[in-house]
């Protein structure tokens, strides 16, 4: 401690004593110099530099460049010597960055504090790495960090702090953690026993898991089972419980790592997470007094409510949140109107129906008044959010008007706002002209070049609106102060359509030529050459003022710029021409329309045409972007610059905020071309290896034929199964039995189904995280058979018994399972059997059989063999009484019921036999066959 | 993530900083900057700020979109701020400066700005063990003061055996303490009229 440094403890009174900054100055230098010669000396004991190294990091905080004492704090690192290490870690923690040459020094006594077995040390060698660790660090130690973390011996604080280093390290360089296969270990720290522990993973899991969704999609459940212990079943120790919630942290951390994943459609999941959402917000209906618990609470709210509309817009839940919402924006707390009103931004972003948010438009109005500028923002956020066509005008109205007292840093949002808004949703040209040229004069330094290139091709595309356009803007360049760019529109527009109101009172040509001519004199060098244009054109449709025209050219004819003196001089050249020459009538033709582009984003103005520089768009989209987390990497904005219409979409889908989480699909297996069945391929898209075993396929080919029995077993755990189908449907229990008397913990049990559209199966309820010494857990699946499927789901269950383990095997779950007697006469059979015919409705096959020790086929085997696969054996239809011939009816639920018949023609001599299926479907008939064909055949090798 | 972690008093000192991510201008002038923007906010207004002033301090080359928010909190004479990405929860981070502060407390017992000037290295060691690399470590008051007080056990072990004369002077609340100080007392938010250096 400093206190202990005399030294320090004066200087620190010196420079707290030093009336002046000079003096500090002073004081501060003539220590520096002290220090520097002391260094150079050498000569210094622990103590000595411990004490100089504290002096020099007081100056580092003080603000104070330091280039002294680097050395020795790499130095203090390897002291032996606890209160020396602190002090050298402090200083390079606080005076290196990650690319400092220093750093390279000390990646070897990092890695000695890393294994040193005094867990103090480690931890500080951790928060090292953690704060300054760069590449080359962690090339060089991520091996250790990961070693601390899974280590069973690590104390809670060692690991808690070495989740967080390897979050460092792989934010570093991602490439020295193969997140796929460490995925399940990780994970499975998710259910420590110590909160602590469970924030720090969380925090990793999150990280790593945005980039390898697949393989760590078994967070997913963890994360639902962990907020239903905290927030259902109140399942934690009281230490962690902040002003009476349960670890606010946490619950945020897990909430928002649920966001990452597209919804879950595992019915159990939903469920218990639908239980802890309706918690969460049941619990905020009553505010308390206290202030940290209502913070605390209402962190955990609004994370729930995002997590709410991410999962579904239109549940029930959501319209719980808006209810919420609508109170909060309008709550005397301003923390909580922030929060209320950047929530809502989110909602209106996500939903379709923004009914429930439009009825409180006047009170988020209101907001924009607010006395805090945060809260302000975020109204204007919310109202761009909610802005559609039929509230548009009003929307637009109201930032208009606000705009005049806007503050100024939030000016330049406003009108990029009101410019796509007005764009976005104008209902008629004329609301459109009157906005934009409202806008231009109302705030013309922030307005864009391009908003007011838009209203010249609008107008000039649009017949209509010439005239009417021509005399506002007219009305406009009347008042005493008119904004540059309302007179570059007005120079466009007067000298194009100035014509067509030329005859009405008090728009005579000579008005409008002194008027826009009285504001020449205020405007830059190209705003003049563009009224020049605008003369010349006037030269040809009005020639009542061409003396005045002619003047004005002859005396820009000797202006110092070059662009404006050559404009005059070909101006007054055109315009000296003889009357009848039609040199001037073909130069001033009228310009013809912009050429027609279809963009779905204007489709709504439906403007003839018109392309509109991406820019104000792009930027809208980025300023979309803040409102919800970017959870993905976005399409980078500068893509759309280049681009024209052909992606307007995408423009106007960021635009509309769903950038948020449909990047997700992209990582879906099946849009993964990649065959390769390595572990490191299969753990990548989450799936498990297979366990392998002598005993592992035998296990499951007996289960195939019958209703239970054991599934695995090694010297840990047992898996037992009893199944019960009716129909398309069936229930499993599967029974896990620890063997061992040590509990098994982190027990985790995934099910995973090749094609979910054929085959669904679920767990009835979360797993439970431990399994006890030598008791047995029983969990309940839930099968439905869909369509006709061939690949069994897999059960992989993992779990801590000393170090980690997976298991993978096949469920027992296969075509035959849905199969049911049918009782057929002799007639109907053979009569159905012809009905079918023969291939492709037919499969057939003849193999090897072994006969009994009496030489004889072994028909009770067959029989037993053939009804295990739920096949009702019809006897005596077949002439032939060695024959078996069977029928069922397979159900499913989506294809509807399938007929299966069955000829088994053993033939003693050859050891041979002939299976036939027919079925209606010819996949269930090759299915049934190769099912029913694997038990009978003969093992090649006996 | 926790992008930086600032304590200054109301004139604007600065008592600790502690930036996660690399720097790209001068932390005076961001300390400054952030001061400016938190000093002229009256009580009554929300404890968060939008800062498209800072991001050029802060953010890498990479992060385009990433909006940086302010997160403060005013304790007596200090400011308590943290600069925060969207990845993190508003109220969680507000919650999370009480922890440090309830923290600081606990180990400098009515902790005063004072005390963070003559102990800014067990200041910043608090803090490790609030927050790591920019992510919150542990919120457990608890246990944060366990593992402080575990440190700062080590640390007069190895004092003691390397001064065999030295008494070995407590760690927590020591009696150097200026009398007369007033605490931070966030409970009253009283004003101290602590000096500004």
């Known amino acids: 401690m400093a206190t202990n440094m005399r030294g320090l403890t004066q200087f620190i009174a010196d420079i707290r004593g030093a009336r002046v900054r000079e003096l500090e100055e002073k004081r501060i230098n003539k220590e520096m110099a002290n220090i520097r010669k002391r260094f150079k000396d050498g000569n210094l004991d622990g103590y000595q530099k411990k ?165 760590f999609a078994v967070c997913y459940t963890k994360a639902v089972d962990r907020l239903n212990k905290l927030v259902v079943e109140h399942e934690y120790s009281a230490t962690y419980a902040y002003y009476k919630v349960p670890t606010p942290w946490l ?27 309706e918690t969460i917000m049941n619990n905020c209906a009553e505010p308390s007094r206290n202030v940290q618990h209502n913070n605390a609470q209402h962190a955990v709210l609004f994370e729930a409510i995002s997590l709410a509309i991410h999962l579904d817009t239109n549940s029930p839940l959501v319209n719980t949140a808006a209810i919420l919402l609508a109170r909060f924006i309008s709550s005397k707390e301003t923390n909580v109107r922030y929060l209320g009103l950047d929530t809502m931004a989110q909602l209106a972003a996500r939903t379709e129906n923004l009914t429930a948010i439009k009825k409180h438009q006047g009170t988020i109005i209101l907001s924009l008044r607010d006395k805090d500028i945060s809260v302000r923002r975020r109204a ?59 806008l231009l004069s109302a705030a013309g330094d922030h307005v864009g070049e391009e ?12 017949e209509d609106l010439q005239a009417y356009a021509a005399k506002i803007v007219f009305e406009y360049l009347r008042s005493p102060s008119s904004h540059e760019s309302l007179v570059k529109v ?76 050559q404009r005059a001089c070909e ?32 489709g709504r103005l439906k403007t003839k045409g018109g392309d509109k520089s991406d820019t104000p768009l792009e930027r809208a989209s980025t300023t979309r972007k803040p409102i919800k987390k970017p959870t993905f990497p976005q399409p980078n904005g500068n893509g759309n610059a280049t681009a024209t219409n052909g992606n307007a979409n995408d423009i106007a889908s960021s635009l509309m905020g769903l950038e948020i989480t449909s990047s997700s699909n992209g990582q879906s297996p099946s849009s993964q071309p990649d065959p390769s069945q390595t572990l490191a391929a299969l753990a990548e898209k989450g799936l498990p290896m297979l366990t392998v075993g002598p005993n592992v396929d035998r296990w499951f080919d007996k289960l195939l034929h019958s209703a239970e029995g054991v599934l695995y077993e090694d010297v840990q755990i047992q898996i037992g199964v009893k199944s019960r189908y009716h129909g398309h449907l069936g229930q499993l229990a599967i029974y896990m039995g620890n063997k061992i008397s040590a509990p098994l913990t982190s027990f985790t049990a995934t099910l995973h189904v090749d094609n979910q559209d054929a ?70 059979f053979f009569e159905r059997w012809r009905l079918i015919g023969g291939p492709p409705r037919e499969a057939q096959q003849i193999f090897p059989i072994t006969l009994d ?22 006897d005596g239809l077949d002439p032939n009484p060695d024959n078996i011939v069977c029928a069922g009816i397979l159900h499913m639920s989506t294809d509807g019921k399938v007929g299966c018949l069955m000829r088994l023609e053993p033939n003693r001599e050859a050891k041979l036999c002939r299976i036939t299926v027919r079925s209606t479907s010819e996949d269930v008939a090759a299915e049934v066959m190769k099912l029913i064909l694997k038990p009978l055949k003969a093992d090649p090798a006996s | 993530m926790i992008h930086a972690v600032l304590i200054f008093n109301t004139s604007g000192v600065a008592r600790l900083t502690k930036f996660y991510s690399t720097l790209h201008r001068s932390s005076q002038t961001l300390v400054h900057q952030i001061f400016s923007l938190v000093s002229t906010r009256a009580p009554g207004l929300c404890n968060f700020l939008d800062a498209p002033e800072l991001e050029s301090f802060l953010t890498a080359q990479e992060a385009d979109g990433e909006k940086l928010r302010v997160v403060y909190r005013n304790y007596a004479t200090l400011y308590f701020v943290f600069v925060v990405d969207s990845a993190e929860s508003e109220l969680g981070i507000l919650d999370l400066i009480q922890v440090f502060v309830e923290s600081l407390d606990r180990t400098f017992e009515n902790v005063c700005e004072l005390d963070l000037v003559f102990h800014f290295d067990e200041v910043h060691h608090i803090l490790s063990e609030v927050i790591q690399g920019g992510l919150v470590l542990e919120t457990n008051v608890e246990e944060i003061d366990h593992q402080v007080q575990r440190a700062a056990k080590a640390r007069k072990e190895s004092f003691a055996s390397a001064n065999p004369l030295s008494l070995g002077s407590g760690v927590a609340g020591g009696g150097s303490r200026a009398s007369g100080l007033s605490s931070l007392g966030w409970l009253t938010e009283k004003l101290a009229g602590v000096g500004t250096k």
Not at chain 1, 571 to 591: H, K, M
Request: glycine residues 4%.
């Open chain 1, 51 to 215: 004490k100089y190294v504290a002096k020099v990091i007081f100056t580092y905080i003080l603000g104070y460049k330091v280039d002294v004492g680097h050395m020795e704090a790499v130095n203090l690192i390897s002291s032996p010597k606890y209160s020396e290490k602190q002090i050298g870690y402090l200083a390079v923690t606080l005076l290196m960055h990650e690319n400092s040459d220093f750093l390279r020094l000390v990646v070897n006594s990092i890695r000695k504090d890393l294994n040193d077995n005094n867990e103090i040390s480690n931890c500080l060698a951790l928060h090292a790495i953690a704060n300054v660790g760069g590449q080359e660090m962690a090339e060089a130690l991520a091996e250790d960090v990961h070693r601390l973390l899974i280590s069973p011996t690590s104390p809670t604080f060692v690991r808690k702090k070495a989740a967080l280093t390897l979050l460092r390290i792989y934010r570093k360089h991602p490439d020295v953690i193969t997140a796929a296969e460490w995925a399940l270990r990780i994970v499975s720290l998710m259910d420590d026993m110590d909160l602590g522990v469970v924030i720090c993973v969380t925090s990793l899991v999150m990280a790593i898991a945005q980039d390898h969704l697949d393989a």
């Open chain 1, 251 to 277: 619950q945020v951390k897990l909430l928002r790592l649920l966001q990452y994943y597209p919804p879950s459609d595992d019915p159990t999941i939903q469920g218990v997470m639908y239980k802890v959402l």
């Open chain 1, 380 to 438: 204007l956020d919310l109202l761009y959010s909610m802005c559609d066509t039929d509230n548009s005008e009003l929307i637009v109205g109201e930032l208009l008007r606000y705009l005049k007292v806007a503050d100024y840093g939030l000016r330049e949002e406003v009108v990029l706002k009101i410019a796509i808004l007005t764009e976005k949703y104008a209902s008629t040209y004329k609301w459109y002209v009157d906005t934009i040229l409202e």
């Open chain 1, 451 to 462: 908003v007011w290139y838009r209203v010249v091709q609008i107008v000039t595309n649009t």
């Open chain 1, 490 to 565: 007005g120079g466009y527009i007067l000298g194009e359509y100035g014509h067509l109101i030329a005859n009405e009172p008090g728009y005579s040509p000579m008005d409008q030529f002194q008027v826009l001519h009285s504001k020449s004199q205020f405007c830059a060098a190209p705003t003049r050459a563009l009224l020049l244009s605008t003369y010349i054109k006037w030269v040809n449709v009005f020639p009542e003022i061409k003396p005045q025209l002619l003047n004005v050219f002859e005396r820009y004819r000797h202006v110092l710029d070059v662009d404006l003196q």
């Open chain 1, 571 to 602: 101006f007054y050249a055109l315009a000296s021409r003889p009357e009848d020459d039609e040199l001037l009538q073909n130069v001033c033709e009228e310009i013809p329309p912009f050429p027609a582009r279809e963009s779905a984003l204007l």
């Open chain 1, 759 to 828: 085959l669904s199966a679920t767990f009835a309820k979360i797993a439970p995280s431990m399994i006890a010494p030598r008791t047995q857990s029983q969990q309940l699946v839930h099968v439905e058979c869909k369509t006709a499927f061939t690949t069994p789901p897999i059960l992989s269950v993992s779990f801590l018994a000393g170090s980690h383990q997976t298991i993978a095997v096949r469920l027992p779950i296969v075509l035959t399972k849905f199969v049911e007697h049918v009782k057929l006469g002799q007639a109907d």
């Open chain 1, 853 to 874: 020790e009496s030489g004889h086929v072994d028909r009770n085997k067959q029989r037993q063999v053939v009804s295990g696969f739920n096949l009702n054996i019809l």
